[in-house]
Antibody, heavy 117, light 107 residues
Framework: QVQLQESGPGLVKASETLSLTCTVSGDSISSYYWTWIRQPPGKGLEWIGYVYYSGSTTYNPSLKSRVTISVDTSKNQFSLRLSSVTAADTAVYYC???????????WGQGTLVTVSS | DIQMTQSPSSLSASVGDRVTITCRASQGISNNLAWFQQKPGRAPKSLIYATSSLQSGVPSKFSGSGSGTDFTLTISSLQPEDFATYYCLQYHVYPFTFGPGTNVDIK
């Protein structure tokens, strides 16, 4: 069973770049589409985008100009970079695993990232 | 983007009650609808995909139905561990979009 674990700074300054990594274990990184989802405190869920092991990506248009999702198959990791952050980007960020054209079936525990001014 | 709505936004129920949550899409999404359960401070847990298929390990008290734009999640007999927030997700087109959630709490 695939397992995921997010890691990265919990505090990022406004206008800087948020960077998170998700480490995958328990299954091949070529088996899934690797997804990032976020949840502002007390609010709902927002799908950010995904990367396939080949490097192909799809992003939410609302974030597309600022987001990059990449994969490192040698490390069994994939990453999220979100540039020019503001307080509105403060959220719990989840990494998740999906099959093609399917919803996430496995989730990491989530990591809170706070954007400070 | 496809907009998802849920009703009610919250409900109070008792142990043993049958609970139904509705999710509506702003356009047809075939059967590409999933349901998630989230407890405070925890990651969402996948319950149902393809409108009515249970994820492995999910008890049969959960069931889903619908097609097109209107979907429901039913919990047949609410238990203490079921008090949580429930989200629907359409994965018919990108970007995938979630409903705003339904909070189920104890009456």
């Amino acid at each position: 069973q695939v397992q995921l674990q997010e890691s990265g700074p919990g505090l990022v300054k406004a206008s800087e770049t948020l960077s998170l990594t998700c480490t995958v274990s328990g299954d091949s990184i070529s088996s899934y589409y690797w997804t990032w989802i976020r949840q502002p405190p007390g609010k709902g869920l927002e799908w950010i985008g995904y990367v396939y092991y080949s490097g192909s990506t799809t992003y939410n248009p609302s974030l597309k100009s600022r987001v990059t999702i990449s994969v490192d198959t040698s490390k069994n990791q994939f990453s999220l970079r979100l540039s020019s952050v503001t307080a509105a980007d403060t959220a719990v960020y989840y990494c998740a695993a999906s099959y093609w054209a399917s919803p996430p079936s496995a989730w990491g525990q989530g990591t809170l990232v706070t954007v400070s001014s | 983007d496809i907009q998802m709505t849920q009703s009610p936004s919250s409900l109070s129920a008792s142990v043993g009650d049958r609970v139904t949550i509705t999710c509506r899409a702003s356009q047809g999404i075939s059967n590409n609808l999933a349901w998630f359960q989230q407890k405070p401070g925890r990651a969402p847990k996948s319950l149902i995909y393809a409108t009515s298929s249970l994820q492995s390990g999910v008890p049969s008290k959960f069931s889903g139905s619908g097609s097109g734009t209107d979907f429901t999640l039913t919990i047949s007999s609410l238990q203490p561990e079921d008090f949580a927030t429930y989200y629907c997700l359409q994965y018919h087109v990108y970007p995938f979009t979630f409903g705003p959630g339904t909070n189920v709490d104890i009456k």
